[in-house]
Nanobody, 124 residues
Framework: QVHLLESGGELVQTGESLRLSCAVS????????MAWFRQAPGKEREFVAAIRRDSHTYYADSVKGRFTISRDNAKNTVDLQMNSLRPEDTAVYYC??????????????????WGQGTQVTVSS
């Protein structure tokens, strides 16, 4: 059974930084694709970033250059460093895992396991 526990979300000002962390059990982060998604009120869950087992990373255009996904193999965690935060980054952030092919890793439907999420609020 896969369990995911996100943490690190809080209220910040525009331009500030946050680091989210996802503790994973039941799956080894270095052997699979790990991803972050987010869901704002009234909107669909959307892809943010992913890291594959070959360490290649992928980002949504809206966060490219500001967010960085990484993993700690020893701790079996996946982090999301978020810089230059904007009000439009406000959402509940979720981590997940998939063994889907590369062409599918941006799709919510490719993921079966979700944590409870962590709230990020960016005030203007």
């Amino acid at each position: 059974q896969v369990h995911l526990l996100e943490s690190g979300g809080e209220l910040v000002q525009t331009g500030e930084s946050l680091r989210l962390s996802c503790a994973v059990s039941g799956r080894t982060v270095r052997t699979t694709t790990m991803a972050w998604f987010r869901q704002a009120p009234g909107k669909e869950r959307e892809f943010v970033a992913a890291i594959r087992r070959d360490s290649h990373t992928y980002y949504a255009d809206s966060v490219k250059g500001r967010f960085t996904i990484s993993r700690d193999n020893a701790k079996n965690t996946v982090d999301l460093q978020m810089n230059s935060l904007r009000p439009e980054d406000t959402a509940v952030y979720y981590c997940s895992t998939t063994n889907a092919v590369l062409s599918a890793i941006r799709q919510v439907s490719a993921y079966n396991y979700w944590g409870q999420g962590t709230q990020v609020t960016v005030s203007s």
